[in-house]
T-cell receptor, first 112, second 111 residues
Framework: NAGVTQTPKFRILKIGQSMTLQCTQD?????MYWYRQDPGMGLKLIYY???????DKGEVPNGYNVSRSTTEDFPLRLELAAPSQTSVYFC???????????FGSGTQLSVL | RKEVEQDPGPFNVPEGATVAFNCTYS??????FFWYRQDCRKEPKLLMS???SGNEDGRFTAQLNRASQYISLLIRDSKLSDSATYLC????????????FGTGTRLLVSP
């Protein structure tokens, strides 16, 4: 089982560029999440989804968008990259609330 | 006050030592509690859930004190491979995971 797969692993963007961070899971999990982790800080929730077609904002959604057209995929879109979005991004999924959370291996993003 | 607060460390201990980490949380309505382990530049992985009655998994023991709103993790007989950052995680949500992550406590186990 692949689990949660994120691509790319690393990316450097210029200010104002856009990109999509891909996340896919093969465990048929309904719940999916995007977190960012800044150095020395805890993970912060950006967006989450409780099923295909349903998404909602987390704690730090500004500057990001998501979609959930299938159970498997939950891409995160940055429209106008800013230096404040330099961070490590983790996608995660779980079968249901209070179950074990599975994380992808992360995307290290630098905006210069 | 931070929602979930941990001593960042690092805790430097020799192999075989016993080490304990504490974590405090501010939301008294929090539903469930976890310890995650994160290796450098890697994703967090669930170490153990924390139950009101306390729970043990091999060398690891987790305890919850709801009255004082703190969670602890005890590691006995430390191994070099235990070197990592330990994240205290509190679920404040109902119906979905509203996980609040602590900043982590770094453990370094030396030979």
């Amino acid at each position: 089982n692949a689990g949660v797969t994120q691509t790319p692993k690393f990316r450097i963007l210029k200010i104002g560029q856009s990109m999509t961070l891909q996340c896919t899971q093969d465990m048929n999990h309904n719940y999916m999440y995007w977190y960012r982790q800044d150095p020395g800080m805890g993970l912060k929730l950006i967006y989450y989804s409780v099923g295909a077609g349903i998404t909602d904002k987390g704690e730090v959604p500004n500057g990001y968008n998501v979609s959930r057209s299938t159970t498997e995929d939950f891409p995160l879109r940055l429209e106008l990259a800013a230096p404040s979005q330099t961070s490590v991004y983790f996608c995660a999924s779980e079968r249901g609330p209070n179950e074990k959370l599975f994380f992808g291996s992360g995307t290290q993003l630098s905006v210069l | 006050r931070k929602e979930v607060e941990q001593d960042p460390g690092p805790f430097n201990v020799p192999e075989g030592a016993t080490v304990a980490f504490n974590c405090t949380y501010s939301n008294s309505a929090s539903q469930s509690f976890f310890w995650y382990r994160q290796d450098c530049r890697k994703e967090p992985k669930l170490l153990m859930s924390v139950y009101s009655s306390g729970n043990e998994d091999g060398r690891f023991t987790a305890q919850l004190n709801r009255a004082s709103q703190y969670i602890s993790l005890l590691i006995r007989d430390s191994k070099l491979s235990d070197s990592a950052t330990y994240l205290c995680v509190v679920n404040e949500g109902t119906g979905f995971q509203k996980l609040v992550f602590g900043t982590g406590t770094r453990l370094l186990v030396s030979p």
